[in-house]
């Protein structure tokens, strides 16, 4: 089975803010959800700023649903997310850590924040070698 790395991203302007509000997580809400995924067996983890939801995933093709599902049982995502695979998830995040992809081109606070989820998820266990 190879694996693929997949991202499922909700972001400004495309998505507007009361739906990325909705897709936000809080951290006990987030955990709950990260014990769930490590349950499957499933690499992720979720960056969550003001302008954006990024949902990353390594694993079989169908991992990414599976984690999005496991997130977001309700199942109602708005239709403007994007969805990435393999190389093309490296060079987008690549360019959101880098600020690249920000309203402020450069803005080093989505560093801070891309650093704090990848800590979030290996905390929880949800970040292994593949990722």
Not at 76 to 84: D, F, H, I, N, Y
Not at 121 to 126: D, E, F, M, P, Q
């Given at each position: 089975?190879?694996?693929?790395?997949s991202s499922l991203t909700f972001a400004h302007p495309h998505t507007s803010a009361g739906d990325r509000a909705r897709l936000a997580l809080a951290d006990n809400a987030l955990a709950a959800a990260y014990?769930?995924?490590?349950?499957v067996g499933i690499d992720a983890f979720v960056l969550s700023t003001c302008l954006r939801v990024e949902i990353v995933s390594v694993g079989c093709e169908?991992?990414?649903?599976r984690v999005t599902e496991i997130l977001y049982p309700d199942g109602?995502?708005?239709?403007?997310?994007?969805?990435?695979n393999?190389?093309?998830v490296?060079?987008?995040l690549y360019r959101v850590a880098a600020g690249l992809d920000s309203p402020v081109v450069g803005?080093?606070?989505v560093l801070a924040q891309f650093r704090h989820a990848i800590d979030t998820?290996?905390?929880?266990?949800?970040i292994g070698g593949s990722l």
């Open positions: 089975m190879a694996l693929r790395i014990r769930r995924v490590d349950e169908a991992a990414l649903d109602t995502l708005p239709a403007s997310g994007v969805r990435r393999d190389q093309d490296l060079l987008h803005e080093p606070e998820a290996r905390t929880a266990g949800v």
